[in-house]
């Protein structure tokens, strides 16, 4: 709302007379009448983020409407129509629980604008008829003059019109890692900190027009679709669309062979229930949320479940710069002495022209600098004038420990080469130096001294640099061994990302944003040619806001799967739209609550531990895709054809029940499964998944029908106990084929399965093999014989289920990678060798 100027290439001009700003805004440096105030205030509305608040019932209920929830709630109505109570309370209860989980995952991550608005001032102090009078930032309007001071959060976009200066802190917002000096004309940004000096403004913009609006608007807009859920709701189609397929041939045909129709569809329905994933979404959100837990121990929180599928696919990581790859805080490099005695004359002298009260990073960076900070209070400074944007130095007069006076001076290069008046040998000589440092994105400063009001003489240069971090190099070397590309992005200049790039060997092939990509959301270039520039750079300089969001829309574009990181503000929109948006250490609550993942340690070293933790929470969830499939063509096919083979139903209705409780109920064991770790991203393979379920399936079927020859034919069962003996042989197979389906390679290979899982699967199998013998009323009971010949066929079968897994897996090419990667994880781990680069899934 207001005036908004920008320049030809789209970008906010940097200063406007107040004349000009007046006259656009019709307003004046008396401000605003009330009334005038009041009439605005109805034509741009209030200065606060807009609001679309959803009912909370609205969004629970919309939980209950979509494929998966359509699924169970209709095999909830069939089992209340034929008044199957058992089955109907136990569908409801996983129904409820899917919601609820859903429903408190979008809660906490849907807070990301709520957490903006935090961020708001409460109130503005305005001219309003002549006075000045303290108002609620919500009701400021642009033409309103407003006073900022020193500990100000800025409360709305305005321009600088009166004052001498005034320091800003706005790195939430822009990135930029020390405060910035405005002046008359320039645009201070709502949001920001002002950290020294006083001044008057006028509102040039409010609420979502405001640079922290549009920033909060771009949070609400970004959705990245989960993969997680796109795999869920396929194999849940494909799961639904075989049950009801096979139990329309079986209806149509056992109609027409007399059976009596409720009966049928009774069984019909059973079948259906047992067949289809109605315990899959409830399954995978627990193990997600007991690898979220485990995640918790590396200090990393997860804020969405599903994130964690998507942190085990992640292949590009757009790194943030400033406080995550470098350490946000300045240091000094090796200083340029020009007439100092030497180098600790030289920041001696930097230092008593600094303040550390005053908190600024420059005059800290100095003073850290000494070899010893002591010294300090050997000096008295008597008088000290802070830096301003006009003068561009600090001064203090001091008294040093003889009692001697002198005057100390530091501040741009420029102003202090000009106090001191050098020749032009000097200053061509320290010219070439800061150009030097420059390249390397240092910035410099230059120190001189006075004595006794004498001349100044300049003493020489202090560098002054953002160091990376300790463990970014190695931990950029760690994600490249676990398949995942580093790009660093920054708001610097070209120089100082090519120089910080290149300390982390992150590359030299660094792009700046404005070129292809206008910080509106345009893409400068064809947006294919934009997207490839995106995929090949190595890193991002002089970055926008807007940039960040539309780096990751493109390279999702090129079909990565992008984490980003991020702490501001100006990092929400891209966070949301990530994939994998990371919130580091410090982050503000916005970036936090936009963000699936949060650190709580600092820097990005905690991402592997992430990586690999994600990577085996996803092989679980591959494991239980597949034993669930595979399970339900095994019961399924086979129950279906055994029915029109033979003309009776080779299981019962109380049967698939009992089956449903010992394999279904025991397989949340899942989530605590030791896992290989695969050294590469890991995505959704469907045509993996249900190839190798298709064959485990049909292997499982012909196994069944094996048994069923064998148990009429051999052990002359009548057909209760065959329906006894065909319902043990399920039970036993059931868990076998979850240890056949949980391994890349041979499953009596490493790695082994956790213990509560065995332990679960022999538990609830020694109960079906008490109630395939005794019968406890349920089911007719077999003999000991038939029982031991149930459990000696279903471990051999298991055998050659697992062989027939392997060739599958190596017709694809996925066995012999398994093997590799294993292997080389194996040296890797007993050398500390490095793993080539093989071959992507």
């Known amino acids: 709302m207001g005036a908004q100027h920008t320049d030809s290439t789209g970008k906010e001009q940097d200063y406007r007379s107040p004349e000009e700003v007046f006259k656009d805004l019709d307003s004046s440096a008396q401000g605003l009448s009330g009334a005038e105030a009041a009439k605005r205030l109805a034509q741009y509305g209030p200065n606060a983020l807009e609001e679309h608040k959803v009912s909370p019932l609205m969004k629970f209920l919309g939980y209950f409407w979509g494929p998966i929830p359509w699924m169970i709630e209709v095999a909830a109505i069939l089992s209340l129509a034929v008044r199957h109570w058992a089955d109907f309370f136990i569908i409801l209860a996983l129904l409820v629980f899917n919601a609820v989980v859903g429903f408190w995952q979008e809660y906490q991550a849907g807070n990301a604008v709520d957490a903006l608005k935090s961020k708001l001032a409460l109130k503005g102090r305005v001219l309003r008829d002549g006075n000045w009078q303290s108002v609620e930032a919500r009701d400021l309007v642009p033409g309103d003059v407003i006073r900022l001071r020193m500990g100000d959060i800025i409360p709305a976009d305005c321009r600088l019109i009166d004052g001498d200066y005034l320091s800003v802190d706005q790195s939430a917002l822009t990135g930029e890692s020390l405060p910035v000096q405005k002046a008359v004309g320039n645009l201070a940004y709502s949001g920001a900190v002002a950290k020294q000096g006083e001044m008057e403004a006028v509102v040039t913009a409010t609420g979502g027009e405001t640079f922290f609006g549009k920033t909060a608007r771009l949070v609400s807009d970004a959705k990245a679709v989960s993969h997680f859920q796109k795999a869920v709701i396929r194999i849940g189609d494909y799961l639904i669309f075989l049950s009801l397929a096979l139990v329309a041939v079986l209806i149509v045909v056992q109609l027409f062979r007399g059976t009596p129709f409720l009966e049928l569809v009774q069984f019909a329905l059973i079948l259906t229930v047992a067949s289809i994933p109605v315990a899959m979404p409830a399954v995978l959100s627990v193990t997600m949320a007991v690898g979220a837990l485990a995640l918790s121990k590396h200090k990393a929180i997860v804020s969405r479940l599903e994130s964690i599928e998507e942190m085990a696919g992640m292949d590009i990581l757009c790194s943030d710069k400033t406080g995550t790859l470098t350490q946000n805080k300045l240091k000094l490099g090796d200083p340029v002495v020009f007439e100092a005695r030497d180098a600790a004359e030289l920041i001696l002298a930097g230092s008593l022209a600094s303040k550390a009260e005053n908190e600024d990073a420059i005059d800290i960076a100095v003073m850290d600098g000494l070899a010893d900070r002591a010294v300090l ?114 708001g610097d200049n070209l120089a100082i990302a090519k120089e910080i790039s290149g300390q982390l060997n992150l590359g030299q092939n660094i792009s700046v944003a404005g070129k292809w990509l206008k910080a509106d959301g345009e893409d400068g270039a064809k947006p294919m040619e934009a997207a490839e520039e995106v995929e090949q750079s190595d890193g991002f300089a002089q970055v926008f806001p807007e940039h960040k969001f539309n780096i990751v829309k493109l390279l999702q574009s090129r079909n990565h799967i992008v984490g980003m990181t991020g702490d501001g503000v100006n990092d929400a929109p891209a966070l949301k739209q990530a994939d994998m948006g990371i919130a580091v250490s410090g982050a503000t609550d916005a970036a936090r609550m936009a963000a699936d993942l949060v650190l709580t340690a600092p820097g990005i070293s905690v991402i592997i531990n992430a990586v690999e933790e994600a990577r085996r929470i996803f092989e679980r969830m591959d494991s239980y895709a597949i ?209 080539p680069d093989s071959r992507r899934r």
């Open 627 to 835: 034993y669930r499939i595979t399970e339900t063509i095994r019961i399924m096919i086979f129950v279906v054809l055994a029915m029109i083979a033979f003309n009776f139903y080779p299981i019962t209705a109380i049967m698939i029940i009992l089956l449903a409780f010992l394999n279904d109920v025991p397989i949340i064991t899942i989530a605590y499964d030791r896992t290989w770790l695969d050294p590469h991203p890991v995505r959704w393979n469907m045509h993996r998944v249900l190839s190798v379920s298709l064959a485990m399936g049909l292997t499982g079927v012909c196994g069944s029908f094996l048994m069923l020859y064998l148990g009429l034919t051999w052990l002359h069962l009548s057909i209760a106990e065959v329906q006894t003996y065909i319902f043990l042989k399920m039970a036993v197979s059931g868990h076998l084929t979850l240890f056949v389906s949980r391994s890349r390679g041979y499953f009596w290979k490493r790695p082994y399965p956790a213990p509560v899982m065995i332990w679960s699967a022999v538990g609830t199998k020694v109960l079906g093999t008490f109630v395939a013998a005794w019968g406890f009323g349920l089911i007719a009971p077999i003999d000991w014989t038939a029982i031991g010949l149930v459990w000696a066929y279903s471990l051999v079968w298991a055998f050659l289920t697992d062989f027939v897994k392997m060739a599958i897996y190596h017709h694809m090419g996925e066995g012999a990678s398994h093997n590799r990667a294993f292997l080389c994880r194996v040296r890797q781990s007993l050398h500390a060798g490095f793993c």
């Open 377 to 490: 209070s050997t000096y008295t400074q008597e008088k000290f004038v802070p830096f301003d944007p006009v003068g561009k130095r600090t001064e203090a007069s001091v008294k040093g420990p003889d009692g001697a006076g002198f005057k100390v001076s530091k501040g741009a290069l420029q102003v202090i080469l000009d106090l001191a008046g050098v020749d032009d040998a000097t200053r061509a000589k320290a010219e070439d130096a800061s150009h030097g440092f420059a390249v390397k994105g240092y910035r410099t400063i230059g120190v001189a001294r006075s004595e006794d009001g004498g001349d100044w003489r300049f003493l020489g240069i202090l560098p002054l640099f953002d160091p990376p971090r300790e463990d970014s190099k190695e931990t950029i070397e760690q994600a490249g061994k676990h398949g995942i590309e580093v790009k660093m992005v920054t």
